[in-house]
């Protein structure tokens, strides 16, 4: 029997369709009201940042003894003082634009943040990192429960994910985000022109306005489409955004300046997620040579983050900006024989804006190989968290996004001393 | 031209393929499901003959700077594999390899860094006939296995020379043991992340010790080819002991060894990780994915069923697939159109839907980054993250636009074809939906499309008229959430 698929089209199930809040509406309020907007920039360093290369303690006599290849010299580190325990450290030697916004006081090193028993894998960690739910993280993410705190309508363009898929970190129940890669390529493209091209888009506006309520993967797709199809025109505005510093060209340079953009552009955006790669550095880490593996980490970053405080400050949007970044794990505190280093611990976090309170927080481990040694864990191996990373969550939370953290990470996280916000 | 709607066979081709090229669907309708099935597992029957077709008219085109080069140019390499799953015979084969490169999933920019471009292309993807050292590239070694034996499959990724560079363990000595590969193949490649400790990682690091890598013929010749080399003097001799059992009669610790058999104590693990039930199952939940369903939990019955062909079958995955191929699971209307497509499934799809001839492939390689995945180059060991998490506004956007440039590209053999059905704007549709194979619309959507049609002007069938709305609906169609599932 020959059947065509207009025999097969199926009747009108329940179906409606939805509309968005106006853009910015939020924004253009707060800002009539003579409220200063609040951007938070979460920037996940990817692969497992070696924390003990990036700030580094320089006194110790283990950190050579047992990093014979790997130890960035005491001369060449890039002194930032001491913390309370009296340990001096330094931040890597390619940090120059770093070192300037701690001089400063714009920039927040916590050391050793993390959690109990920490995950030495890749993805169970950044999944806990990402929900800050050690025993059970494959839920929302804790940027995700925030946005689903705030009253509806929320605007589509509320975060901007710079990566293509959607973090966990930024997973929520019901808010949607966007992914936005490029601003530029973020277009409707028709194989017509004029009014051909105009009747498509507005027929694809329309189909994509219809939520399939007996088919929730649907209505989800549908979702994606909609709120790409609602926020074109705003990001196009940032497309020709040129910075008032020039901005490296790497992946993280680029992400930086977009979203500097959007600020600049007060497309509505009040989230940004920005990642950057290649810490998971098992061979040739190579902290020190100018070509080094580690080396190019630091510059990568550096360049990235110092363009995009410089401006910041040049557009007067510093004081109204909070980057965070967070990595799944230390490493290793012993080099391996390759050169590299393998999955650790607790890590370094770092806080840059223009309220930061900046300084060191928390305190350097001692290095001794020694089991009994309470600042390690693993027979000495590894180094054990001092600071529940949640406990920095909360700070932001409670201290920059106005929210509640004991709801948001369900439990109370918040630790005096931490006021680094 | 009128389409017989053959919704089970055209779910089969989408599973088990990546969806129908008219012929396809005239060899497979020919058959029963259960020949179906076996005209696609024992696909050893169908010549080989997809490299061939390269270049010959009737085929998709490709584009290149210089002379083709799949076994040294990744671009090239893209280009063949995207050229092989819409032409192949053998459409499993090239789903099984995927599925393969997914879960041992290799990336080329790191190789490329360590290596060259061109030595990371090559031990990527050349093919042994035609690389001078007769290399086979990783690619090339999961298709020769695709419905092959797990345990084997192990053994020859452990000594694969892309996996040896990608996870370090050409570095793995006896003094200082390399994790990276340790953990991997126990929390990515066998058991699962929560079968294993901490220390068994750090003993299957030390069980790896000395799987390093040398140059062909064991001298110091940089013109022969980097293979697998088992460095008696760098392995660690010592026991390792672990939380599963790894010997036969059940121990869990693989005896101290003289180093020159160390190389037994990777077989011995490997032995024991293909064995495990654990294993078992977290290879049937990933099949379940990849080729039933992604919407609500694995179906814990099923996944216990399929482990269970595995373990009875000693590994072998021709069984396996034959079994979830015919499972009711798999033919069960709930699990039709129920997977996110992934980037490549769309592409290839929608080049099989709406026409290849006159396309290069080469146009589709910067969509399908834009839609997060770049052949050969999965983001992290972990391989993609599929089912929801392929669509944002961003990969959506890119799938939409992907569709506006196969369906301009195709703009005139589409108007030409729709011609005898362009008598209303709704027998249009109706064609259009058949030629794309659409699952059912809402009759919302459906009105919204011949309001489409009827948008800029009256209704007329003309040439010039079809030329401009054909490739408009069909950009609409495959735009839509619905063409997203497979």
Redesign the interface.
């Known amino acids: 029997m020959?059947?065509?698929?207009?025999q097969?089209?199926?009747?009108?199930?329940g179906?409606f369709t939805v509309t968005f809040a106006a853009p910015g509406f939020l924004n253009d309020l707060a800002l009539a009201q003579g409220g200063r907007v609040r951007n938070l920039v979460v920037l996940y360093l990817?692969g497992g940042n070696d924390a003990l290369s990036m700030l580094v303690p320089y006194n110790d006599p283990f950190y050579y003894s047992r990093r014979p290849t790997l130890a960035v010299p005491a001369g060449s580190v890039l002194q930032v003082g001491a913390d309370s325990s009296r340990a001096a450290l330094g931040l890597h030697p390619r940090l120059t634009g770093l070192k300037q916004v701690f001089d400063q006081g714009k920039l927040a090193l916590i050391q050793r943040t993390g959690y109990e028993n920490q995950s030495?894998?890749?993805?169970?960690g950044t999944d806990i990192w990402a929900t800050a739910d050690p025993r059970n993280p494959s839920g929302f993410g804790w940027v995700g429960r925030y946005l689903d705190s705030l009253p509806s309508p929320i605007d589509?363009l509320i975060g901007w994910?710079t990566t293509?898929?959607?973090p966990r970190v930024l997973q929520s129940a019901h808010t949607?985000?966007?992914?936005?890669?490029s601003a530029a390529?973020?277009?409707?493209?028709?194989?017509?022109g004029g009014?051909?091209a105009a009747?498509?888009r507005?027929?694809?506006v329309?189909?994509?306005s219809?939520v399939?309520v007996d088919r929730p993967?649907?209505a989800?797709?549908?979702g994606?489409?909609r709120?790409?199809l609602a926020?074109l025109d705003r990001v196009a505005t940032v497309a020709s955004y040129g910075g008032t510093v020039a901005y490296p060209g790497s992946g993280l340079g680029q992400a930086l300046k977009a979203v500097s953009g959007a600020m600049v552009r007060s497309i509505g955006t009040r989230v940004f997620y920005v990642t950057t790669g290649g810490f998971d550095t098992?061979?040739a880490q190579n902290t020190n040579a100018a070509n080094g593996s580690y080396f190019g980490l630091m510059a990568t970053l550096d360049d990235a983050l110092f363009a995009f405080y410089s401006d910041l400050r040049n557009q007067g949007l510093l004081d109204d900006t909070l980057l965070i970044t967070f990595s799944e794990f230390g490493r290793r505190i012993t080099?391996?024989?390759?050169q590299?280093t393998?999955?650790g611990a607790a890590t370094v976090m770092m806080a840059m804006g223009g309220r930061v309170n900046g300084g060191l927080y928390g305190t350097a481990a001692s290095l001794a190989p020694d089991p009994a040694n309470p600042t390690l864990e693993?027979s000495a191996g590894d180094i054990r968290f001092e600071t529940d990373f949640r406990s920095v969550y909360a700070q932001v939370i409670d201290q920059w996004l106005g929210a509640d953290s004991r709801s948001i990470l369900n439990g109370d996280f918040r630790k005096a001393g931490l006021g680094f916000i | 031209m009128a389409y017989t709607l053959d919704p089970q066979i055209e779910h089969l081709l989408r599973r088990a393929g990546f969806g129908a090229r008219p012929d396809e669907l005239d060899t497979y309708r020919a058959e029963s499901f259960t020949g179906a099935v076996a005209l696609l597992t024992n696909y050893e029957r169908v010549p080989d003959d997809v490299d061939a077709k390269i270049g010959q008219p009737g085929y998709v085109g490709m584009t290149t700077r210089a002379p083709f080069a799949p076994n040294s140019n990744i671009v090239d390499a893209r280009q063949r594999w995207l050229f092989r799953m819409l032409h192949s015979n053998r459409p499993l084969q090239e789903k099984m390899t995927l599925f393969w490169h997914n879960h041992f999933a290799t990336g080329y920019t790191k190789l490329a860094g360590q290596l060259s471009p061109a030595e990371a292309t090559r031990y990527m993807a050349a093919r042994p006939s035609e690389d001078p050292g007769r290399v086979r590239g990783q690619i090339e070694m999961l298709r020769d296995n695709a419905l092959g034996n797990f345990r084997d499959l192990l053994v020859s990724v452990a000594k694969d020379t892309a996996m040896l560079y990608w996870l370090d363990g050409y570095a793995n000595t006896r003094a200082r043991p390399q994790e990276n590969f340790g953990r991997e193949i126990l929390e990515l490649f066998s058991m699962g992340v929560g079968h294993y400790a901490e220390s068994d990682v750090y003993a299957a690091a030390r069980v790896f010790t000395g799987w390093n890598v040398g140059r062909q013929g064991g001298g110091a010749d940089r013109s022969q080819p980097l293979v697998f080399v088992f460095n008696a003097n760098q392995h660690d001799t010592l026991a390792k002991s672990f939380t599963f059992p790894v010997t036969r009669d059940g121990g869990k610790t693989i005896p101290a060894r003289a180093a020159a058999e160390g190389m037994q104590d990777g077989i011995d693990l490997i032995d024991a990780l293909a064995a495990s039930p654990d294993t078992a199952r977290y290879l049937a939940r990933k099949l379940y994915r990849f080729f039933v369903s992604d919407l609500g939990a694995e179906d814990d019955g099923w996944v216990d069923r399929i482990a269970r062909v595995y373990l009875d079958n000693r590994y072998e995955m021709r069984p396996v697939i034959r079994e979830v191929l015919l499972s009711r699971e798999f033919w069960d209307a709930r699990s039709q159109f129920a997977r996110y497509s992934w980037p490549v499934e769309f592409v290839i799809r929608a080049l099989k839907d709406i026409g290849w001839t006159g396309f290069s492939v080469n146009d589709a390689l910067v969509p399908l980054s834009n839609m997060g995945q770049n052949l050969y180059d999965p983001p992290d060991v972990a391989g993609w993250e599929s089912g929801p998490s392929w669509f944002s506004t961003g990969s959506m956007l890119a799938r939409m636009n992907f569709a506006s440039t196969l369906a301009a590209n195709q703009r005139f053999r589409l108007a030409a074809s729709a011609g005898a059905a362009a008598a209303t704007p709704e027998s249009l549709l109706s064609h259009v939906l058949d030629a794309l194979k659409t699952p059912p619309l809402d009759r919302v959507i459906t009105s919204e499309l011949t309001s489409y049609l009827r948008a800029t002007g009256a209704w007329t069938g003309s040439p010039a008229q079809l030329q401009a709305k054909v490739p408009g609906l069909v950009h609409l169609i495959a735009g839509t959430a619905e063409y997203q599932f497979v």
Request: hydrophobic share 35%; glycine share 8%; charged share 15%.
């Open positions: 020959n059947v065509t698929r207009r097969f089209v199926k009747g009108g199930v179906a990817s030495r894998s890749h993805f169970q589509p994910n293509r898929d959607l949607p985000v966007s992914a936005i890669p390529g973020y277009a409707f493209a028709s194989p017509n009014a051909e009747a498509e507005a027929a694809a329309r189909i994509n219809h399939p993967e649907l989800f797709v549908y994606s489409a709120a790409a926020t098992h061979s080099e391996n024989g390759s590299g393998d999955h693993n």
